[in-house]
């Protein structure tokens, strides 16, 4: 397959590549040293059609194809990791299975409001206990006259600290398989005995907000249920094949980024009376970086491809992601090494990608995971038909 954009995709990267260098490549570094989430950025992400990306225009998105919402991450990602991941998880994570598991009444109540970034969105899956093994999961949803009361714990959620509006899983069931026990819900922050605790200070994707939820006695309307009781676990891993899509966007504008300031530096800096881009040794490392980011793209758009025809896509997106992921960690390591010293200090932009790329190797399901996902369809049962 030879992946020929169209001009509206081409159109999508220019317009989000001109305000990212515009509006976040310039706080980039501020944000990451303060740990700051750029709230700021959210109307004008809004306005750009950012925070709706695939809600249909009649509920006031943008009505964009899955390969557009893979460029704008991309290019996104490419000036700032932390504002890529605000706009992923908001889309692929909190809009994603509302527009798709959600009632028409539930559509019309958080679509419009989400798209346009009046309110923001978020997904409570993981708990201290519960990570890889999602069904592991503690948190309880028992039913309580006309609905539900959640009690229990989340941790890590990606935009805990301004989202308005969550996606949470939580056992409505004890009996049977433990994924089989798990709902989702749409839950509002307002509620009483929903709260938000402190976020944690990281590794590097700095300025994004993960801090933990806390749910005691909190009143969920029957309304609030997300597709079937027991559904939840197909829910969310439904949800996170598309969230993985966003992340290996996320991973590779991170290495674009990297690669593209390492270009730069082997023409300007000199040693041994030449530019180091003469060298033969700097040379390799920009081909393989080169090389590696257009492999990783091609999975990538592969995938978004995918999920845009409804096809399966639970397999291309693990093999896009854990290779966009480790990609993403060597072409910083690599751009690192071209930078020599200057590259391990904060006034290259080539550190805070390292410290960016490791995440994409572990969140929205570790590399292993993505493995797991990737081996389970190769040793399936062909006659039940293996997922591409
Ligand atoms: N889409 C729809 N259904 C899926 C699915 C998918 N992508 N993947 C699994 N399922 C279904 C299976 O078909 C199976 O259904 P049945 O019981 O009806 O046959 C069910 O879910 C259980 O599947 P499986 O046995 O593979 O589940 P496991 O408990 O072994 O878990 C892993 C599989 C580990 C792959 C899964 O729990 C996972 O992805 N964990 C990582 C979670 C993650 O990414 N966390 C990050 C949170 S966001 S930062």
Same mark, same amino acid.
């Given at each position: 397959?030879?992946?020929?954009?169209?001009?509206?995709?081409?159109?999508?990267?220019?317009?989000?590549?001109?305000?990212?260098?515009?509006?976040?490549?310039?706080?980039?570094?501020?944000?990451?040293?303060?740990?700051?989430?750029?709230?700021?950025?959210?109307?004008?992400?809004?306005?750009?059609?950012?925070?709706?990306?695939?809600?249909?225009?009649?509920?006031?998105?943008?009505?964009?194809?899955?390969?557009?919402?893979?460029?704008?991450?991309?290019?996104?990602?490419?000036?700032?990791?932390?504002?890529?991941?605000?706009?992923?998880?908001?889309?692929?994570?909190?809009?994603?299975?509302?527009?798709?598991?959600?009632?028409?009444?539930?559509?019309?109540?958080?679509?419009?409001?989400?798209?346009?970034?009046?309110?923001?969105?978020?997904?409570?899956?993981?708990?201290?206990?519960?990570?890889?093994?999602?069904?592991?999961?503690?948190?309880?949803?028992?039913?309580?006259?006309?609905?539900? $009361?959640?009690?229990? #714990?989340?941790? /890590?959620?990606?935009?805990?600290? %301004? *989202?308005?509006?969550? @996606?949470? !899983?939580? +056992?409505?069931?004890?009996?049977?398989?433990?994924?089989?026990?798990?709902?989702?819900?749409?839950?509002?922050?307002?509620?009483?005995?929903?709260?938000?605790?402190?976020?944690?200070?990281?590794?590097?994707?700095?300025?994004?907000?993960?801090?933990?939820?806390?749910?005691?006695?909190?009143?969920?309307?029957?309304?609030?249920?997300?597709?079937?009781?027991?559904?939840?676990?197909?829910?969310?891993?439904?949800?996170?094949?598309?969230?993985?899509?966003?992340?290996?966007?996320?991973? $590779?504008?991170?290495? #674009?980024?990297? /690669?593209?300031?390492?270009?730069? %530096? *082997?023409?300007?800096? @000199?040693? !041994?009376? +030449?530019?180091?881009?003469?060298?033969?040794?700097?040379?390799?490392?920009?081909?393989?970086?080169?090389?590696?980011?257009?492999?990783?793209?091609?999975?990538?758009?592969?995938?978004?491809?995918?999920?845009?025809?409804?096809?399966?896509?639970?397999?291309?997106?693990?093999?896009?992601?854990?290779?966009?992921?480790?990609?993403?960690?060597?072409?910083?390591?690599?751009?690192?090494?071209?930078?020599?010293?200057?590259?391990?200090?904060?006034?290259?932009?080539?550190?805070?990608?390292?410290?960016?790329?490791?995440?994409?190797?572990?969140?929205?399901?570790?590399?292993?995971?993505?493995?797991? @996902?990737?081996?389970?369809?190769?040793?399936?049962?062909?006659?039940?038909?293996?997922?591409?």
């Amino acid at each position: 397959m030879h992946f020929e954009p169209s001009d509206e995709q081409n159109l999508t990267r220019q317009s989000v590549r001109d305000f990212a260098e515009s509006e976040v490549a310039p706080i980039a570094a501020e944000i990451d040293r303060e740990h700051r989430t750029p709230v700021e950025v959210i109307p004008k992400l809004g306005e750009l059609g950012l925070l709706g990306m695939f809600v249909p225009p009649e509920y006031g998105g943008a009505g964009m194809d899955s390969v557009s919402y893979v460029i704008a991450v991309e290019e996104l990602a490419r000036a700032c990791a932390t504002t890529s991941v605000m706009v992923e998880a908001h889309n692929s994570l909190a809009i994603w299975p509302i527009l798709h598991y959600g009632t028409e009444a539930q559509k019309r109540a958080y679509l419009p409001l989400l798209a346009s970034g009046e309110k923001m969105g978020a997904f409570g899956l993981t708990e201290p206990g519960a990570g890889t093994d999602v069904a592991a999961m503690t948190t309880s949803a028992v039913p309580d006259g006309d609905g539900y $009361l959640l009690n229990g #714990q989340k941790v /890590f959620i990606t935009g805990g600290g %301004y *989202a308005d509006v969550f @996606v949470v !899983f939580a +056992r409505t069931s004890t009996e049977g398989p433990a994924h089989k026990g798990i709902s989702a819900f749409i839950v509002d922050r307002a509620l009483p005995g929903f709260e938000v605790g402190e976020g944690e200070r990281k590794l590097g994707i700095r300025a994004s907000s993960t801090p933990p939820l806390m749910f005691s006695d909190v009143r969920l309307s029957r309304d609030a249920l997300l597709g079937a009781e027991g559904q939840g676990f197909e829910i969310a891993m439904r949800t996170l094949d598309g969230g993985r899509i966003g992340i290996a966007a996320q991973a $590779l504008g991170i290495a #674009q980024g990297a /690669f593209e300031a390492s270009v730069v %530096y *082997a023409r300007e800096r @000199v040693q !041994f009376g +030449r530019p180091i881009g003469a060298l033969q040794a700097i040379q390799w490392m920009l081909a393989d970086m080169a090389t590696e980011i257009e492999a990783g793209r091609m999975l990538t758009y592969q995938a978004a491809w995918l999920e845009e025809q409804g096809r399966p896509c639970s397999v291309a997106a693990a093999k896009a992601k854990l290779y966009c992921g480790q990609l993403a960690s060597r072409v910083a390591g690599m751009a690192i090494q071209i930078h020599g010293g200057n590259g391990y200090t904060e006034a290259y932009p080539v550190e805070r990608a390292y410290r960016d790329a490791k995440i994409t190797e572990i969140y929205e399901g570790t590399n292993e995971v993505q493995r797991l @996902v990737i081996a389970k369809s190769l040793l399936a049962d062909r006659s039940r038909g293996a997922a591409s």
